[in-house]
């Protein structure tokens, strides 16, 4: 798959540690269609850590700076915030270096501490 440069106001770059908790990750997100526009204002705005889509449009990664259960669930809450709805999808970067097809997190994981948090 083909994909358009990483976009982030904050310069992100992957960070491989040890561990895939304290790796840098990324929520997927397929089929992102009209909500696109939105994901990409707030990675500009800073609300998101980075982004990246697929050539054809059909994934977005959102990234976290580290795959701790705070971080992945800080960032899926802005992606509710926005509109993003559906099952996604967290994968460590080093998972990803490794060539691994493990995920970290299901957004099901996290829909009910969400859902507790005020608005």
Not at 66 to 77: G, I, N, P, R, V
Not at 80 to 93: F, M, T, W
Not at 100 to 105: T, V
Request: glycine content about 6%.
């Amino acid at each position: 798959m083909r994909w358009f440069p990483t976009m982030s106001s904050t310069g992100f770059s992957s960070i491989i540690n040890g561990s895939d908790h304290t790796s840098s990750g990324k929520w997927i997100v397929p089929q992102p269609g009209p909500l696109w526009e939105e994901i990409e204002d707030a990675a500009i705005e800073g609300r998101l850590l980075a982004i990246k889509k697929s050539q054809d449009h059909s994934i977005v990664c959102v990234y976290c700076r580290s795959s701790d259960e705070e971080t992945a669930a800080a960032t899926l809450a802005v992606l509710r915030d926005i509109g993003v709805e559906g099952e996604l999808r967290y994968k460590s970067d080093r998972a990803t270096k490794q060539r691994r097809d493990e995920y970290l997190y299901d957004s099901a994981d996290f829909e009910q501490v969400l859902a507790l948090k005020p608005l």
